[in-house]
Nanobody, 124 residues
C-alpha cells in the first residue's frame, strides 16, 4: 500500500520559514519524481514545486521561485520543501504527490499518489 505522509505544517508569521517533509512508503521512491501542490478553499489545487529522481532537476512555480527549495533523500524515502520568506498568500493546505515516472511535471493529473495534506498558515 502506497502512503505519502506530510508533516511540518503550522502557523508562522510573515517572513518566517517552515520545512515540510513527505515520507513515502510502499513504492519505489528513488525511481519517481515527487511534487508539492497547494490548495486554498474555493480554489483549484496549484503546482508549487517538483523534483526529479536525480534531485538535480527541479521546477518551481513563479510564485515561490527563489523562496522555496526542494530536496530529497532517497535513502530515507523523504522529500523536503524548505519554505522561506513566507507571506499570507502562501497560506494553504500543502500536498505531496508522487509520479509513476522519473521526470517532473506540473499537472496534478500526472501524479499517481497523494498525501493527505498539511496546513500552512502565514499570519500578517
Amino acid at each position: 500500500q502506497v502512503q505519502l505522509v506530510e508533516s511540518g505544517g503550522g502557523l508562522v508569521q510573515a517572513g518566517g520559514s517552515l520545512r515540510l517533509s513527505c515520507v513515502a512508503s510502499g513504492l519505489a521512491f528513488s525511481a519517481r519524481a515527487m511534487g508539492w501542490f497547494r490548495q486554498t478553499p474555493g480554489k483549484e489545487r496549484e503546482f508549487v514545486a517538483a523534483i526529479a529522481w536525480t534531485a538535480g532537476d527541479t521546477d518551481y512555480a513563479d510564485s515561490v521561485k527563489g523562496r522555496f527549495a526542494l530536496s530529497r533523500d532517497n535513502a530515507k524515502t523523504t522529500v523536503y520543501l524548505q519554505m522561506n520568506s513566507l507571506t499570507p498568500e502562501d497560506t494553504a493546505v500543502y500536498y505531496c504527490a508522487a509520479r509513476s515516472t522519473i521526470s517532473i511535471a506540473r499537472t496534478q493529473t500526472h501524479y499517481a499518489y497523494w498525501g493527505q495534506g498539511t496546513q500552512v498558515t502565514v499570519s500578517a
